[in-house]
């Protein structure tokens, strides 16, 4: 059974930083590009992040690029996601997702609040 687990969202102070962790199981990590999604408040959901198999290859949503870092390790079969100069317009619920066998699995998330 495919199951990702998101951790590490919490309050953050505008222009703060935090990191995100996605714990997978239930799949063959290391051959599956992963992806970071978000769902803000009342909104649909977000693509904000991806990143190949092998971690050599990773994308950004316009709204991130350059303050988001996606990377994984293979050997913990985890993805993270590092976010720097947080905006309150970054408050979100944080998923990673997957594609295996033609599904999508999703976690059940994470909460950003960027606040002061």
């Known amino acids: 059974e495919v199951q990702l687990v998101e951790s590490g969202g919490g309050l953050v102070e505008p222009g703060g930083s935090l990191r995100l962790s996605c714990a997978a199981s239930?799949?063959?990590?290391?051959?599956?590009?992963m992806s970071w999604v978000r769902q803000a408040p009342g909104k649909g959901p977000e693509w904000v992040s991806n990143?190949?198999?092998?971690?050599?290859?990773?994308n950004y949503a316009d709204s991130v690029r350059g303050r988001f870092t996606i990377s994984r390790d293979n050997a913990k079969n985890t993805v993270y996601l590092q976010m720097n100069s947080l905006k309150p317009e970054d408050t979100a619920v944080y998923y990673c997702?997957?594609?295996?066998?033609?599904?999508?699995?999703w976690g059940k998330g994470t909460l950003l609040n960027v606040s002061s």
């Open positions: 990143i190949n198999s092998g971690g050599g290859s990773t």
């Open positions: 239930g799949f063959t990590f290391g051959i599956y590009d």
């Open positions: 997702k997957v594609w295996v066998g033609g599904m999508a699995y």
